[in-house]
């Protein structure tokens, strides 16, 4: 269902980003990947998803979503690589956790920037491309914390309420053309990010980190289970399919329940 577009997601080196670019690619999308990581599984990532492109490897760009000169440059390679740029998936991010009069400064920086603000740049470099070929999707991946709050998360709760509010500005700019502009909102997705923050509740609390897992980190999860990276893509890969073009401006929970509670 994609074939003939070009897709650039942040942060697809690993988890939701990487399921996004497996799931697109698969769709017949052209993907530009992004993200750190170990060199050796950049390159197999980039083998995995060629190969589903059909063949050798896929573009990457290295570039450091805190630095906007090089956010508004991936964008270029991206158009240049591909010609075009149809989809454009805001996925990169971090996490930290603390108290607000522990927080490191350079954290709140960090996250503001990566996780907000870089959403913003790269929307600002992929427009006026999307609006002089009359289409485009556009999605941010940010969270339920984006719509609710836990406490110890300052910097991310206020970067992902940032986007989902950017989200809906941006939407509305674009309303009348054929460009949307949406939000997703995970709850807690087994990937890196969330698995790391078993362990410190573990021990936190000396309990197990099964534990730790069910009474703690998915506390507010009804489900009671990790939302899974390929449910999260397969929302990512509705919002750029066929009949999605009246979803605009929404953010879209995928969360187990936990806005519902
Ligand atoms: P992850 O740690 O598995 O992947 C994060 C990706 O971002 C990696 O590819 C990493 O290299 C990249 N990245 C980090 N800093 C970067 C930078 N400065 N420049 C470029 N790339 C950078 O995490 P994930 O869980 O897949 O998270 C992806 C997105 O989903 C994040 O925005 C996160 O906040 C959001 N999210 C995750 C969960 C969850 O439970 N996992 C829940 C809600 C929202």
């Not at 197990?208 to 939302?227: F, G, N, Y």
């Not at 999260?232 to 995928?254: D, E, W």
Request: net charge neutral; proline share 5%; with cysteine.
């Amino acid at each position: 269902i994609l074939e003939g577009q070009a897709a650039l997601i942040t942060g697809s080196t690993s988890g939701i980003g990487l399921g996004i670019a497996r799931l697109y690619a698969e769709a017949g999308a052209k993907v530009m990947l992004n993200g750190f990581g170990k060199p050796e599984e950049i390159a197999k990532a980039r083998a995995e998803i060629g190969a589903l492109m059909g063949g050798g490897e896929c573009p990457y760009s290295p570039a450091d979503m805190s630095k906007p000169a090089e956010v508004r440059a991936m964008v270029a390679a991206a158009e240049s690589a591909f010609g075009r740029l149809d989809i454009l998936v805001n996925n990169a991010g971090i996490q930290f956790v603390s108290a607000v009069q522990d927080f490191p400064d350079e954290k709140w920086d960090a996250i503001i920037a990566i996780n907000m603000s870089s959403n913003f740049h790269a929307i600002k470099a992929a427009m006026p491309g999307m609006l002089a070929r009359k289409y485009g999707r556009i999605i941010n991946v940010a969270s339920a914390h984006g719509l609710v709050a836990s406490p110890y998360k300052s910097a991310y709760v206020a970067a992902k309420h940032g986007v989902v509010g950017m989200t809906k500005s941006i939407a509305l700019e674009i309303a009348e053309s054929p460009i949307t502009c949406n939000a997703i909102c995970p709850g807690f997705v087994r990937t890196p990010l969330a698995e790391a923050q078993v362990k410190p509740l573990a021990e936190k609390h000396g309990v197990s980190e099964e534990v730790a897992l069910k009474d703690h980190l998915l506390a507010k999860q009804p489900s009671k289970r990790w939302v899974e990276v390929e449910e999260v893509a397969r929302m990512a890969l509705y919002l750029v399919g066929p009949g999605s073009g009246g979803v605009n401006g929404a953010a879209l929970s995928i969360d187990g329940g936990w806005l519902a509670a």
